[in-house]
């Protein structure tokens, strides 16, 4: 492990030189994540009118839900961003490498690529969650900071687990993106109160951990839920995905041909 | 004429790319229908204790939205990261040899690869109108299609100019997500304009933005009747072609490839 921590220090030191070399492209990149965050929160507080609220969720509890989105996005924006050239690695043979290193092929991912962006979204992220905890009176105090700090991980896990299995669908369809494309369709819907869904697509989003990404945790931040039982769910979901992706992962290199690389 | 001929071979071939994969077809448009589905949940818990919100009732405001996200799985084209993949590989070199206009050529391509998406997302788009209960009521069919048309000028040379970028920048994800961000937002594709502002409105209708999707939305729904926007919509539409062209032409005076 130690060595793993080693070499991916040094490749993500060396990722942010270059990355940050070119502060014009930095720069770009900091107005992507501003616009596209401003967008998603002008719709939200536009959508909600006077009214300012839905099916039973405050206008800032929406946004503080949006924030944590952003907030367990963070690790898969700065660890994971290698996962979008998994499929081109598979269609060129570059691929081969992942059978031949002695570490474990989602760990290899993590150790291709870091991207200082991931700086930028938890920025977003905390201005959201921050912005809306300013006009949540009551909520924010120490323990709302350790059953976040427990929580938060867990989502981050489950998010990414979730993405990467989309990402993984090129092992079998060759190109990731039709999957990719509908999964996010169900992740960006996932921020928003599962209360408002028919009982047959609340019941689906339970039984996929789409639900441990925003709704379980902000149960016991913004609902008063108690910690242990949602926490112990949190635990069951973001192991259950984790052990789901190693195992599609497994699959799909079993299935893998390729020659080069 | 040739000229002509060369478009339709380029739209035809990038066509038959875009709708090659049976499977990852099927996937997007069982994607979408979820997307669609989840959406009208969402709208429908918007409304159930406000029936009217911006002066539209639930069914304007849903077609409103599920019509503009249509239009942006379909008419939106990835120019931007073509062009910006054949700057950075030095392929753009090649396209520049060839007795054909830069833009043109890549307009074909998106033009093949609209017409192409169009073809399987269409149905999937009627089947959700017909499970919601939803209707496009178009006063005038001429005038909502020539808006589309205007609509899908607009948003591929915006995708061009930014594809133009790569000429100077290396990474254009920025870029191009601030683009399809705005774009989206102020077009009227998130949520429909009736919810800005009066102000906002105004300005957005004499500005380009509300022509991306509003616009041709409006003229779909019944909402417009009259050529009034249409006319500002292609107004716009030359003004974005020109601009095009001279940012091509300014980009093109940079180049210096190595290799390709």
Not at chain 2, 71 to 90: M, Q, V
Request: charged share 10%; glycine share 8%; proline share 5%.
């Amino acid at each position: 492990m130690t060595a793993f921590l080693t070499a991916w220090w040094r490749m993500a030191v060396a990722d942010c030189k270059v990355k940050l070399e070119n502060r014009a492209d930095f720069g770009l990149i900091i107005a992507g994540m501003f616009f596209t965050s401003a967008a998603s929160g002008a719709t939200l507080y536009l959508m909600l009118g006077q009214g300012g609220s839905i099916a039973g969720y405050s206008r800032y509890e929406l946004l503080f839900m949006q924030g944590f989105m952003f907030l367990a996005y963070v690790f898969e924006s700065s660890c994971c961003n290698a996962m979008y050239m998994l499929e081109t690695w598979l269609k060129n043979g570059n691929f081969i490498r992942y059978y031949l290193r002695p570490v474990h092929p989602l760990q290899m991912l993590v150790l291709e690529r870091f991207h200082p962006q991931g700086v930028v979204v938890a920025a977003t992220g905390l201005s959201f969650c921050g912005f809306a905890l300013a006009n949540l009176p009551g909520v924010f105090d120490v323990a709302f900071v350790l059953q976040m700090a427990l929580l938060l991980p867990l989502a981050a896990i489950v998010l990414n687990a979730i993405n990467q299995m989309a990402i993984a669908s090129s092992f079998f369809l060759g190109e990731y993106f039709p999957v990719f494309h509908t999964v996010g369709k169900l992740t960006d819907m996932s921020r928003y109160p599962f209360e408002l869904f028919p009982r047959i697509a609340r019941g689906a989003f339970m039984l996929l951990p789409l639900a441990g990404i925003v709704w379980w945790p902000c149960q016991v931040l913004l609902k008063g839920q108690p910690l242990l039982p949602v926490l112990g769910v949190m635990t069951l979901i973001a192991g259950g995905s984790v052990l789901l992706l190693m195992w599609l992962w497994r699959a799909g290199m079993r299935r893998y041909a390729g020659a080069g690389g | 004429m040739s000229m002509l001929r060369a478009c339709y071979q380029l739209a035809l071939a990038n066509g038959r790319v875009t709708a090659t994969d049976r499977k990852g077809r099927l996937i997007i448009c069982v994607g979408y229908l979820l997307g669609m589905w989840l959406l009208y949940w969402l709208w429908r818990g918007l409304y159930l204790n406000d029936p009217s919100r911006a002066g539209l009732d639930f069914a304007t405001a849903l077609t409103h939205v599920a019509t503009a996200q249509t239009l942006f799985a379909i008419i939106t084209t990835p120019a931007d990261w073509r062009l910006a993949r054949e700057i950075r590989s030095g392929e753009v070199a090649s396209q520049l040899t060839q007795p054909m206009n830069l833009a043109l050529r890549h307009g074909a391509m998106a033009l093949g690869a609209v017409a192409a998406k169009a073809l399987y997302m269409l149905p999937a788009f009627a089947l959700f109108l017909w499970w919601a209960g939803l209707n496009l009521a178009p006063s005038s069919w001429p005038l909502a299609l020539a808006s589309l048309a205007c609509s899908f000028v607009l948003l591929f040379c915006l995708a061009f100019i930014v594809g133009l970028a790569g000429f100077l920048a290396t990474d254009l994800w920025g870029i191009i997500a601030s683009k399809d961000a705005v774009v989206q937002f102020l077009g009227g594709a998130l949520i429909p304009l009736a919810f800005f502002p009066p102000t906002a409105q105004t300005l957005l209708h004499v500005l380009p933005f509300a022509h991306f999707f509003n616009t041709p939305v409006a003229y779909l729904t019944g909402q417009l009747h009259g050529p009034e926007s249409l006319l500002i919509q292609a107004c716009w539409a030359l003004a974005f072609m020109l601009f095009a062209h001279l940012a091509s032409l300014q980009v093109q005076r940079k180049l210096v490839v190595f290799g390709a």
